[in-house]
Each structure stands twice: as C-alpha cells, then as structure tokens.
C-alpha cells in the first residue's frame, strides 16, 4: 500500500478521502495541503478556500441522486454510487452537534399533468443547516489531526512533477516556497483550482474525456402561466431525451418572483443567464429558465459551440424572439441588451439541425400549460462551455498517464458535495484494496 499519500486541497473530495483511509487502519502519512484556513480561522467572506473547502461554507444542501451533482455513476455504476453517497452524509451527520436535526426532504411524485410531454426531475436533499457547518468543520478537523493527518495550511501548491512524484508550494504569507514528495496524490482542488488544473492538463499533455455541447435559450414568460409547477417544485427541472439522436433536454436554473434575464459576456460575444431577486421591490411575476441541450458526439464540441455563439450575434449582442412580447428590462430597470428577430430562420439556421428540438420543446408547454399560447420570448443563446474533463480510470480515478495521482471533486466531474466527497471516498476505498 502507499506509505505516503499527498492531497491537495482540504475541500468536502479529500477530507472525505483521509476520513475513509483513517477509518480503515491506514498506517501510512496523509497529509493535505491547502491555500485556505484551517476551520478555526478561516473567515466567512473566504467562500472558496479552506478546510471543507467551497463546501464548508455552502449552503449545506447534500443531493442525493446520481442524475445531479456531475458524474459518479459513470465510473461506478449506480448502486456504488449511492452506497458512496451515504457514506457521506453519514460522515456530515457523524461530525454534527445536532446529528437528528439533519434532515431529509423528499420529493413529491410527479404531476400527472406533466406527463407525457416531459419528465420532471424530483431527488432528495439532506439539509445539513448552514448554521451547523462551522461546527462541524471543527469536529471533523480536529478528528484527522488526532488520528495523525499533517495539514499545510495558506500554502498553495504552484507546480506539481508528475514523473518525480515531487510537488512546489509556496507559503502565502511569506512568499518562501519548498517542495513535497508523494508516493500517491489526490488532486482536490475545486473549482478555486480549476486553472491549475489546466495548465497541468497541457503541461502533461493530458487526455480528456470528450465532452458534450451544452447550448439552448433563456426561456421568458409571465409567471402565472407556470404556477401550477411552481407550486410543486420551486426550480422545476423538466427534461426530455432522444437517445436515438444523442440529444437531451432540460429546463435549466429556475427563477421566479423577480426574475431577471441577465447578460453573461464570454469570450467577447453575448449570452443569457437568469437571477431571482430576493427583496420583494423587484417583483416582477416574471419566470425565466433556460432550455438547454446536451448534444452527444460532436466533434470539437468547444469550438462547435464557440461557432455557433458567434452566428447569434448581431451588432455584439445575442437575439430576442416572441411571438408577442418585447424584451423585458434587468433588475436595475435597463433592457436586456438583445436585438429582436422576427422570425425563428437565423436561430434555427446557427445552431441546426438542433433547435427543432428546443422549439418542440416550448411548442409541448403550451400545451401542457395551457394559458402559455404565444405569451413567452426567448433570449438567445444560453451556453455552458464545459472545461475538458482528464481522462481517468474508471476504477480508481487515477489519470491514465500517471496511475499514482488520482482526479477527485470539482476538479475531476463533480458539481457539489455529495459526488464530490464520494469521489474520494471511492479512491481511498482504492487504495485500501490495493
Ligand atoms: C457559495 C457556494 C454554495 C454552494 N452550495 C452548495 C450546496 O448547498 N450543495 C452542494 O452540493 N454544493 C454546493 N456548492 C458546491 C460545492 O461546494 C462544491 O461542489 C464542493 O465543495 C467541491 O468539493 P471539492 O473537494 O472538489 O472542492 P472544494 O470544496 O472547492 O475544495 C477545494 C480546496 O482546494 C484548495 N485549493 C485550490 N487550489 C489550490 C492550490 N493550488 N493549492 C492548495 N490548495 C488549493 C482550496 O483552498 C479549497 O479549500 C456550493 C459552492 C459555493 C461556492
């Protein structure tokens, strides 16, 4: 077994991680190295950094269902993951001071009236309490350290030597740097260290999964229309899949109440986003969500996306289409910066042979909602690029290049803390079998 196991960042993926190694009798040295602060000092605007990571701060929301959260069921079939996912709400609930106030919400059955246009995406969600989370990160720290982990903390780790198993970190407070040696590492560093993993992608040269096209509009309609969804599910997910054509759908990113379509400028060109406001003297009764797709098997799919961005753009900015309404304003009372079409011609042409698939989407709403008609826009487009995922091996999430330095949490496919700290879980289960 490993004698020396180096994890960098103290996130949800590598505390979960060291948590199973210790459980388990590991008699090596674990140590973590992390730019944040350990629990006791770490201050709440640091958001992204420290021990639990962009975990520790959230807001303690655990999913529970391997359709969210990113990818674990892909490396681990689906009964694994859910066994992994259990362990860590059990370790969230372990290092709880109120453990029974952690609490399950589980979803209603699906409405009738969705079906059979769409399905609806309902999965359960244990709420730890963000008040908790503080306190739990002490518990759960001060458990590794006395069963041995060395922590390294606001040091942040600056080159890493794949092929010597060596590692460069610089001490963030006074600048002086010193090297580390791993006979395994586990690479953790979420979303806070997403650059850094992509420099050490190119550096290496490293293979990435290839990733699907994520591209559709923001989907704009009085609220009133969708009230009888609302009401069972605040953020509705519907979704529909062709899996024929390698194509799926869903409604993306809810907001109601005050909902506002926001501008996002990437790479120089205009796409569109949602925010709800909190504070009632926004309220505008508006619903907006994207209708994303998710395309399978293009090839390049980032400059395919890159591409189609740019074909809906005119004058630099995105396009507004509806049958009856004109743009709405943002929050601060400006228009969304969009040029109205009259017609569907130049969207469908960018982005075909695809967004027949987006229009029958809207075209089963109406009728599902039936009030709908023709009282609805669509800005255009909504993109998500996803950065390149390093290719792993599926049963330990090793790199393939380098099978002693392991890919976990955000910085592998996870997007939060359930996938993310069964991802380390599972590679410590690895390395204990091994
Ligand atoms: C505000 C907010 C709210 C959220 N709410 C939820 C929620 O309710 N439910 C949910 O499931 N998910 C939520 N998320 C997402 C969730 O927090 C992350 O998916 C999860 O924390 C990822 O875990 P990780 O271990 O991969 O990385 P992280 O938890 O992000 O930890 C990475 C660690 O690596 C360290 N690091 C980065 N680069 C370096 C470096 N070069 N050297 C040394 N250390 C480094 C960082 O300091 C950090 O501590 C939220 C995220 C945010 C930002």
Known sequence: MSKNVVMIGAGVANVNAATKLIDNGFDGKITIIDMGKDPYLRPYEEVMTGFLGAGGWSDGKLTYHTSIGGQLSKYCGEDKAMELMDQVIENFKRFHPKPEEVQCSNPVEEPDFIKPYFGLRLFPVWHVGTDYLHEIGKNWYDFLVDNGVQFEWEAKVTDIDFKNNTGKVVVLESDLEHSFEYDTLIFG?????????????????????????????????????????????????????YEDKGVSLR??????????????????????????????????????????????????????????????????TGLYYSPSRKPSTTSEGVNVS?????????????????????????????????????????????????????????????????????????ALSARGITVSGAQGTYVAESLLEN
């Open 189 to 241: 560093v979420g979303k806070s260290g997403i650059d850094f993993g992509k420099q050490l992608a190119e550096k290496y040269d490293l293979p990435t999964e290839p990733k699907p096209v994520q591209i559709g509009v923001r989907f704009e309609a009085p609220q009133k229309h969708f009230q009888k969804l609302i009401d069972v599910s605040y953020d509705f997910k519907l979704y529909r899949k």
């Open 338 to 410: 969009a040029i109205q079409v009259d017609t569907l011609h130049k969207i469908s042409k960018s982005m075909q042979p695809y967004f027949m698939y987006v229009y029958d989407f809207i075209e089963d709403m109406k009728k599902v909602f039936p009030t709908l008609k023709d009282d609805w826009g669509i800005y255009v487009p909504e993109v998500k690029y996803l950065s390149p995922e390093p290719l792993v091996d599926y049963a330990n999430l090793a790199l393939t290049k380098y099978p002693n330095v392991h890919f976990v949490g955000d």
């Open 251 to 316: 409604s993306f990113c809810t907001n109601n109440n005050a909902a506002y379509v926001a501008v996002e400028e990437t790479y120089g060109d205009h796409s569109y986003n949602g925010h709800a406001k909190k504070d009632e003297a926004f309220r505008n009764d508006m619903t907006n969500f994207g209708i994303l797709m998710e395309v399978q098997g293009i090839d390049k799919p980032f400059d395919w996306s890159r591409d189609v961005v740019k074909k809906l753009q005119i004058d630099g």
